[in-house]
């Protein structure tokens, strides 16, 4: 059982490169998500998706792109990386609905702009 | 909008004591309730969750959380720690039903001193 599987695990980017830290999940679930970690703020929400085609902004999407052609992928674009942008970034999935409410979350990719 | 506020960034406690850690919500509709894990380099691991019905929520690894909806508390609670305990712990709230849009706590490390 794979779960969520993120990718990269580290990574190095100077100011100005664009990347995309991909995230996939098999558990056919419809809602899946992006949060950034940072030292003593918790997780907030970037970007979040309730289904193929569908996605929204969450507490803090400025600087970044989201899209969701699959129900199993959501990758997660920098446009321009910034030094505000390090942090460790995780993807979560879930299902839409009651029937589990707990949301899987893969291990991180830890970044690092430059 | 829903908030939490966990009220303690850090929690010293020698092995085999009890430990409580303490999480507050702010919501203006019903909420789910969750508590999760994080070791070090790692993602996220549920603990527990509270949807409804018994307030007294049993986990993983012996911890247990009651749900106070007049003090709107959530606090998590272990009788004995153990060293593997030693982690980040973090309270997260979403609106109950429909999509799991999830509001996380800015964590409480807790250190289990031998």
């Known amino acids: 059982n794979a779960g969520v599987t993120q990718t990269p695990k580290f990574q190095v980017l100077k100011t100005g490169q664009s990347m995309t830290l991909q995230c996939a999940q098999d558990?056919?679930?419809?809602?899946m998500s992006w949060y950034r970690q940072d030292p003593g703020m918790g997780l907030r929400l970037i970007h979040y998706?309730?289904?193929?085609?569908?996605?929204d902004q969450g507490e803090v999407p400025n600087g970044y792109n989201v899209s969701r052609s699959t129900t199993e992928d959501f990758p997660l674009r920098l446009l321009s990386a910034a030094p505000s942008q390090t942090s460790v970034y995780f993807c979560?999935?879930?299902?839409?609905?009651?029937?589990?409410?707990?949301?899987?979350f893969g291990q991180g990719t830890r970044l690092t702009v430059v | 909008a829903q908030s939490v506020t966990q009220l303690d960034s850090q929690v010293p406690v020698f092995e085999e004591a009890p430990v409580e850690l303490r999480c507050n919500y702010s919501?203006?509709?019903?909420?789910?309730l969750f508590w999760y894990v994080q070791y070090p380099n790692q993602g996220l691991q549920l603990l527990l969750k509270?949807?409804?019905?018994?307030?007294l929520v049993k986990g993983i690894n012996g911890f247990e959380a009651e749900f106070n909806k007049s003090q709107t508390s959530f606090h998590l609670r272990k009788p004995s720690v153990h060293i593997s305990d030693t982690a980040e712990y973090f309270c997260?709230?979403?609106?109950?039903?429909?999509?799991?849009?999830?509001?996380f706590g800015t964590g409480t490390k807790l250190q289990v001193i031998p």
């Open positions: 558990m056919n679930h419809e809602y």
């Open positions: 997260a709230v979403a609106r109950s039903g429909g999509y799991q849009k999830v509001t």
């Open positions: 998706s309730v289904g193929a085609g569908i996605t």
């Open positions: 919501s203006s509709v019903s909420v789910y």
């Open positions: 509270y949807l409804s019905g018994s307030t």
């Open positions: 979560a999935s879930s299902y839409a609905d009651r029937r589990s409410a707990e949301a899987f």
